[in-house]
């Protein structure tokens, strides 16, 4: 399934480069194939660079999700229409959340 996802992640960022190229006047590339390497070659670049860049300092990532929720949240219009909160809990075990459900401390779940 990662595969799966990593490969098409990798085919939309290299059309995403082809259109772009497309437009862009003077410019050419030779086929999917160089702009699938393009864009890997770029994700790859942007990875080594962001992490030169952010080594050693531990709340750089939390910081930038932080800045980009607070913007996000200021263009949602409130309501008072009742909403669903949906939470993954990746790696949590059915004993464990068995035991919480008969504890009472997941109702939801029960």
Partial sequence: MRVTALVVTAMLGAAALGVTIAVLPGVHVD??????GAAWL???????????VT????????????????RFRASVPRTDEPGLLIVQIDGLSAPPARGAV?????????
């Fill in 31 to 36: 086929g999917l194939g160089a702009a699938f």
């Fill in 42 to 52: 770029g994700a790859g670049l942007m990875s080594v660079g962001l992490w030169v």
């Fill in 55 to 70: 080594a050693g300092q531990d709340g750089v990532v939390t910081q930038h999700l932080l800045r980009i929720n607070r």
């Fill in 102 to 110: 008969e504890a009472g401390n997941l109702p939801t779940l029960g």
